[in-house]
T-cell receptor, first 115, second 113 residues
Framework: DAMVIQNPRYQVTQFGKPVTLSCSQT?????MYWYQQKSSQAPKLLFH???????NEADTPDNFQSRRPNTSFCFLDIRSPGLGDAAMYLC??????????????FGPGTRLTVL | AQSVTQLDSHVSVSEGTPVLLRCNYS??????LFWYVQHPNKGLQLLLK??????LVKGINGFEAEFKKSETSFHLTKPSAHMSDAAEYFC???????????FGSGTRLLVRP
């Protein structure tokens, strides 16, 4: 089945130690998104890639970076995790960005714990 | 500006009774509207979507929602709750001219045996 895969499902890191979260998709979608979801809150968009074009949200901290080496994979890098970065990180994809075809498909998420 | 209001943070029903999760939106133009469900420690799953076709939208797992432009509402219903329906539900709006999803604050559905 075509899907969005996130690895690992659970990640523990230490305060200030860089961490990378991974997302892959078999949907061949053009757009990939990263969201941060804190406990009992709605997801918050961090950034997205439209093909190779990176689009950062205005309020995303510089501590968060992303890479998309090819259509299938997208990575979220947190350069120096703080305690406030503990959250569920959701990856999503869509076929297009602005049209009726930009229904977003979500992965299962990676829960990040910062010690 | 677009916004979404989910009127109940928690809804509790008995198994086998109807479910109603309320959502109102604010939008200058005709929006696309979605309901997503999130089970604990899982990603979001699309239940249904409205994209200016039929106002009554049927989704997965017996859920449906009705788009009422005059009331700016998109309430989610199910005739008979199942224990497996217990989860967080998000009402989401998107403008066709934008990639951004505007999420409501979520409604946690509890299903009592």
């Amino acid at each position: 089945d075509a899907m969005v895969i996130q690895n690992p499902r659970y990640q523990v890191t230490q305060f200030g130690k860089p961490v990378t979260l991974s997302c892959s998709q078999t949907l061949n979608h053009n757009v990939m998104y990263w969201y941060q979801q804190k406990s009992s809150q709605a997801p918050k968009l961090l950034f997205h890639y439209y093909d190779k074009d990176f689009n950062n949200e205005a309020d995303t901290p510089d501590n968060f970076q992303s890479r998309r080496p090819n259509t299938s994979f997208c990575f979220l890098d947190i350069r120096s995790p703080g305690l406030g970065d503990a959250a569920m990180y959701l990856c999503a994809t869509s076929r297009a960005r602005v049209s009726s075809y930009n229904e977003q498909f979500f992965g299962p998420g990676t829960r990040l714990t910062v010690l | 500006a677009q916004s979404v209001t989910q009127l109940d943070s928690h809804v509790s029903v008995s198994e086998g009774t109807p479910v109603l999760l309320r959502c109102n939106y604010s939008s200058s133009y005709s929006p696309s509207l979605f309901w997503y469900v999130q089970h604990p420690n899982k990603g979001l799953q699309l239940l249904l979507k409205y994209t200016s076709a039929a106002t009554l939208v049927k989704g997965i797992n017996g859920f449906e929602a009705e788009f009422k432009k005059s009331e700016t509402s998109f309430h989610l219903t199910k005739p008979s709750a199942h224990m497996s329906d217990a989860a967080e539900y998000f009402c989401v709006v998107r403008m066709d001219s934008s990639y951004k999803l505007i999420f409501g604050s979520g409604t946690r559905l509890l299903v009592r045996p």
